[in-house]
């Protein structure tokens, strides 16, 4: 497994704010996951608590195996496929009646054939719920995302295969937007350097150890200076409604007619 700030951990105290934020897509998707469950990046594997218990059978992919997810290896109706996606390798056509991927969209290259691919496998009726970071409210360029959407380019996208997409968003209440404020203060400091706006031209590869290593000692410092706040924000303090510029991740479900 490679950690990188990409791959939260609620092990990590630096990560909890975002770590509670990504917690709480997996309880309201938990809400309408059912029958067989596909989840696209598990990722450290922490969804699975809420999730495979809501399923009859439950398939993850990743391209690599987390401690967490190991753990369900040897579970009834439980199955783990190292891979990179997309193709989704093994799974069958319209063969999965829930598919749930996390903040997973914006690192694949070819998202047409990641949409492709979620059509394919789902059967009629089935449902895909898609979260990734509103463009919008991106407090810097992210390296490791090879693109990031707004609403309006998540729905063009999707609109190629399907009919039924709701589209809501995260937000969160008045100590998480207090967070996102201190941070986004914390975040000037840095880029205020960047005159050339080099983050925009420069090749991704190039940033993104450089992106980490600030990203890290960004979350540790906005810990130590507000570590009442951080400690005091859990998945209840955010929710649902439907998504404008101001949600900090978009919520997305498609239903396959």
């Given at each position: 497994?490679?950690?990188?700030?990409?791959?939260?951990?609620?092990?990590?105290?630096?990560?909890?704010?975002?770590?509670?934020?990504?917690?709480?897509?997996?309880?309201?998707?938990?809400?309408?996951?059912?029958?067989?469950?596909?989840?696209?990046?598990?990722?450290?594997?922490?969804?699975?608590?809420?999730?495979?218990?809501?399923?009859?059978?439950?398939?993850?992919?990743?391209?690599?195996?987390?401690?967490?997810?190991?753990?369900?290896?040897?579970?009834?109706?439980?199955k783990f496929i190292q891979t990179k996606i997309p193709p989704f390798l093994n799974i069958d056509n319209e063969s999965i009646d829930t598919i749930?991927?996390?903040?997973?969209?914006?690192?694949?290259?070819?998202?047409?054939?990641?949409?492709?691919?979620?059509?394919?496998?789902?059967?009629?009726?089935?449902?895909?719920?898609?979260?990734?970071?509103?463009?919008?409210?991106?407090?810097?360029?992210?390296?490791?995302?090879?693109?990031?959407?707004?609403?309006?380019?998540?729905?063009?996208?999707?609109?190629?295969?399907?009919?039924?997409?709701?589209?809501?968003?995260?937000?969160?209440?008045?100590?998480?937007?207090?967070?996102?404020?201190?941070?986004?203060?914390?975040?000037?400091?840095?880029?205020?350097?960047?005159?050339?706006?080099?983050?925009?031209?420069?090749?991704?590869?190039?940033?993104?150890?450089?992106?980490?290593?600030?990203?890290?000692?960004?979350?540790?410092?906005?810990?130590?200076?507000?570590?009442?706040?951080?400690?005091?924000?859990?998945?209840?303090?955010?929710?649902?409604k439907p998504a404008d510029d101001k949600c900090f991740d978009l919520f997305v479900v498609v239903e396959k007619e």
């Amino acid at each position: 497994m490679v950690q990188t700030a990409e791959r939260i951990s609620q092990y990590e105290a630096s990560d909890k704010v975002i770590f509670e934020r990504s917690i709480f897509a997996y309880h309201k998707a938990a809400e309408i996951a059912g029958g067989h469950i596909l989840e696209l990046g598990s990722g450290m594997g922490y969804g699975l608590e809420l999730l495979y218990p809501k399923s009859e059978y439950y398939t993850a992919l990743d391209k690599f195996l987390s401690e967490q997810v190991s753990k369900y290896l040897n579970n009834k109706g439980f199955k783990f496929i190292q891979t990179k996606i997309p193709p989704f390798l093994n799974i069958d056509n319209e063969s999965i009646d829930t598919i749930v991927t996390f903040q997973v969209i914006e690192h694949i290259k070819n998202d047409t054939f990641f949409i492709d691919e979620i059509f394919r496998v789902l059967k009629k009726g089935g449902k895909a719920i898609i979260t990734t970071p509103n463009k919008i409210m991106s407090l810097t360029r992210n390296p490791w995302h090879i693109r990031e959407y707004t609403k309006d380019s998540i729905i063009r996208l999707l609109q190629r295969k399907f009919n039924k997409i709701e589209v809501l968003g995260v937000y969160g209440n008045d100590k998480v937007d207090a967070y996102y404020n201190q941070n986004k203060q914390s975040v000037s400091r840095y880029t205020r350097f960047d005159i050339l706006k080099m983050q925009y031209w420069l090749p991704r590869f190039v940033l993104q150890i450089p992106y980490d290593i600030l990203n890290r000692i960004n979350r540790t410092k906005l810990l130590s200076e507000n570590n009442l706040l951080v400690n005091g924000i859990d998945f209840n303090d955010y929710h649902l409604k439907p998504a404008d510029d101001k949600c900090f991740d978009l919520f997305v479900v498609v239903e396959k007619e």
